[in-house]
């Protein structure tokens, strides 16, 4: 059936021809002065019907004659610019598959991090659970009736009797003392302190001293730290083998919190518990400077460890943190491939935190340069009520790499000038990052290869209105 259908189409096609031809070689044959009929142009090539006056025997002349040929030029013309349209669009198409290529490989990157990161997980070795302390990181709040406990406000005191400044501005903004219960961890045995932090018991503030108040065993320059990490090593096992509490978040007792502290670490702990490629959350942002920041709702992942208000899960403390715990530089310890292990942090754009105290055993690195401008959020975000799933790393990763390289690449200088409200600017080293980042005012060091606040090699800030991501070039072969 289909076979004869194809013969009856071909016979009519060919008769069609015929018809064609014979009408052709018809009105040749006619006298020019044919009266009454008007002038068939080819309709072919899109021709109109002429109504022109059959007796002009020149207008008939450049009808039969010329408009043939003008459509015939003006069709080669059209199929010239389709033909370069098509190449023009191949061309384009052939640049997209690139970044396209590029950016699949970024997330496949990100992909085997993840994968690294689980494996290593698996096979690391948990504290042995025959120590006299209990290490069950199963419903560990119920058997210490911490089950209304969201985390424990662990505050690191040593001698600053200006802790109290601290602990008023917890006590003001926090919603529940059961759910956010208060500790204070003391060093140094300083009694002014001490005496301080007693005055506000009655507001159901725990105070625990730490014992050992020996010198460590440490070079002379830098025995301030061998006890700093010496004290937090101590405080963890407090909080978490002997409180049993399941999540702590830590500030030191120079640090001003905002009105919506504690909405942000009640949200973060949900991201720590749903997406196992997170280790912590930061209210911090190293370069939030006033200037460099603007929205109180954003969050990022970060690979940098940030700490400035911090919290972890006792489930890190117990199964990876606290059988190596460093005995000096607990924090660069922290930011070390080792301990991160492809893992991220939350941090916000704008720092939930700042720090008023300038003298300490860093001898105010970075206080005058940095520290002390960075902007203190005076939001009340609901952040539990937020839809914070864009954060977990399968909806995040993808999304921030091509709002990052689809950017327009500009140079530092005219990155401030750009017409485009989000920018790309791009570096080949850690040396051009540190000369890039000194000429836009953010921090240029980096710790174990990684900048501050980065994610995958990519520090995002805001200037002048703008937001500028200090990028990579690609392809990115890592934190090398």
Known sequence: MRRRTKYMLAGALVTVVVLIFLIGVFKDSKDNNWKGKSHFDSKVFGNERSNSNNNNKGNDK???????EDSVEELVHRVDSLIKQTKEKREKLKSLDGELDELQAMAKQAAASREQSEKAKDQSNPVNSNTNVNHNTNNGNKNSDNSEVVAAVVVVACNRPSVSRALELLIKYRPSASKFPIVVSQDCGDKKT????AGFANQGVDHMEQPDLSEPEAAPQFRGYAKIARHYGWMLKQVFDVKQYEAVIIVEDDLDVAPDFFEYFEAGKKLLQTDDTLWCVSAWNDNGKKGYVEDPKKLYRSDFFGGLGWMLTRKLW??????????????DWMREHEQRQGRACIRPEISRTSTF??????RGQFFDQYLKY??????????????????LKDNYDLEFLQEVYTAPLVSATGAVHSASPIVRVEYTSPDHFRRIAKEFGIMDDLKDNIPRTAYFGVV???????????????????YE
């Open 460 to 478: 995002s800030f805001r200037k002048n209105n703008k937001k500028i991501h200090l990028a990579p070039v690609r392809p990115w072969k890592g």
């Open 318 to 331: 117990v199964e990876e943190l606290s059988s190596k715990w460093p005995s000096n530089f607990w924090d």
């Open 62 to 68: 450049r009808r039969n004659g010329h408009n043939g």
């Open 374 to 391: 960075i902007q203190l959020a005076d939001s009340n975000i609901k952040f539990s009520e937020e839809d914070l799933s864009y954060l």
């Open 357 to 362: 105290g300038r003298v300490g055993v860093s």
């Open 194 to 197: 001490a005496d301080v932090i």
